[in-house]
């Protein structure tokens, strides 16, 4: 049974936050993609947009179109439009806890204050909500094209 797991919610970049989820089987050559909700304006009706994407929630390639999935409406539903995409249900992510790790959740990673390397480094082993944040100070921060990749770009 294909299936869809939430990664991240509030994904910025978009025109409207989007919400990144890890699909099984792959689509396209991607096993993520991107949903987020385009408003209604200037009389048309809104559109809930799927989007390929890559595990950090950037576009996958250069083909920003909607995909299959993409539907006009008002009300945004997520289940429905995973189901179109592709038949995929979705499901609740498993917790992961890991109880020798320390939290530290007064200090979060500043991409800003490592080098291009540093911070590719640490994405690669980073988890998906975590990679997902760290993109997210980039953009808003140096916007590093060594980081982001050369298709992603501010909207």
């Not at 390929?52 to 929630?57: D, E, M």
């Not at 592709?86 to 204050?113: H, K, N, T, W």
Request: negative net charge; hydrophobic residues 40%.
């Amino acid at each position: 049974m294909p299936t869809a797991v939430m990664v991240a919610d509030n994904v910025g970049g978009f025109p409207t936050p989007a919400t990144l989820y890890r699909i099984d089987p792959p689509m396209k050559g991607t096993d993520h993609l991107l949903l987020y909700h385009q408003p209604a304006l200037g009389g048309q009706d809104g559109q809930l947009i799927v989007v390929l994407a890559t595990q950090f929630g950037a576009v996958f390639g250069k083909d920003v179109r909607p995909q299959e999935g993409s539907y006009v409406t008002n009300s945004p539903n997520h289940p429905l439009a995973l189901q179109m995409a592709g038949g995929y249900s979705l499901l609740e992510p498993e917790p992961v806890v890991d109880e020798d790790v320390p939290v530290e959740s007064s200090q979060e990673y500043d991409p800003s204050a490592f080098t291009v390397d540093e911070v590719n480094a640490y994405l690669a082993s980073a988890d998906d909500a975590e990679v997902v944040r760290v993109l997210e100070a980039e953009r808003a921060g140096k916007a590093r094209k060594g980081i982001l990749g050369e298709d992603v770009t501010d909207a």
